[in-house]
């Protein structure tokens, strides 16, 4: 199978990003590459992960105007398209809303990644909206984005126990060292083509598994299929 193409956008510092270069780098991943990466802020350290690859990466930020979203997202496509018919849009902390004619267009092409266990506490603060209501477990979610706000068919979800000291930041990056893990491994299914979607249920072919590979994060609970 050839090595498969990935867009990723990302908003912010990276790590969700660096996860998957590290990944690919190390050969856990065997048949996919990061082909591009995109942010809407020009300012994203992701950016400069990129470039520290060598991978093209490019800013497009959000145009002003009534059309200026439809603007943007025609340029991620364009951009996204020169560098591989068979692209993968992944969302590694991306922090805004794809429309819906774009993501009609991208069906099963366009995988987020999220700091909560959806479809509890979806949208822009899952750890803090989580220990606001007083979870005990909270976790990571991917999952196919679909037309509405976190609600896409879930992929894989990696679960971490929410300790009486935490504060939204220790919280977060409990469930971040673990996004780490689940992010990469999602990447790796999908470059293996094991999903399969069944309804709104993702069916993961058999094979190989992470979980000899990776050193464990502390009280962390792994899916079928990691
Ligand atoms: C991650 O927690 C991701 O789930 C959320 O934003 C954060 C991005 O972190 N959407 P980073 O920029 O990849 O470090």
């Avoid at 200026?68 to 991306?94: F, N, P, T, V």
């Avoid at 909270?138 to 009486?164: M, S």
């Avoid at 190989?208 to 050193?215: C, G, I, L």
Wanted: proline letters at 7%; a negative charge.
């Amino acid at each position: 199978m050839a090595t498969r193409a990935i867009t990723v956008l990302a908003s912010g510092r990276g790590s969700d990003l660096q996860s998957v270069l590290d990944s690919i780098a190390a050969g856990w991943i065997a048949n996919a590459r990061v082909g591009l990466v995109l942010s809407d802020d020009p300012d994203a350290f992701a950016l400069e992960r990129a470039r520290r690859h060598d991978i093209p990466a490019e800013a497009v930020p959000a145009a002003p105007g009534r059309d200026g979203k439809a603007a943007q997202e025609a340029r991620i496509a364009q951009l996204a398209a020169q560098h591989d018919a068979d692209h993968l849009l992944l969302l590694a902390g991306y922090m805004r809303i794809l429309s819906k004619d774009f993501v009609r267009a991208h069906p099963q092409r366009i995988i987020n990644i999220h700091p909560a266990l959806l479809p509890a506490f979806p949208g822009r603060d899952g750890p803090g909206d989580a220990l606001r209501h007083g979870v005990r477990v909270a976790g990571c979610t991917t999952h196919f984005v679909d037309e509405g706000i976190d609600t896409g068919p879930i992929i894989l979800q990696g679960a971490v126990r929410v300790h009486p000291d935490d504060d939204r930041d220790t919280l977060h990056a409990r469930i971040l060292r673990l996004e780490h893990q689940i992010l990469p491994r999602t990447v790796d299914l999908w470059a293996q083509d094991r999903l399969r979607l069944d309804g709104r249920t993702v069916r993961i072919r058999p094979g190989d598994t992470w979980a000899e590979k990776v050193e464990p994060v502390e009280e962390a609970m792994y899916p079928h299929g990691f």
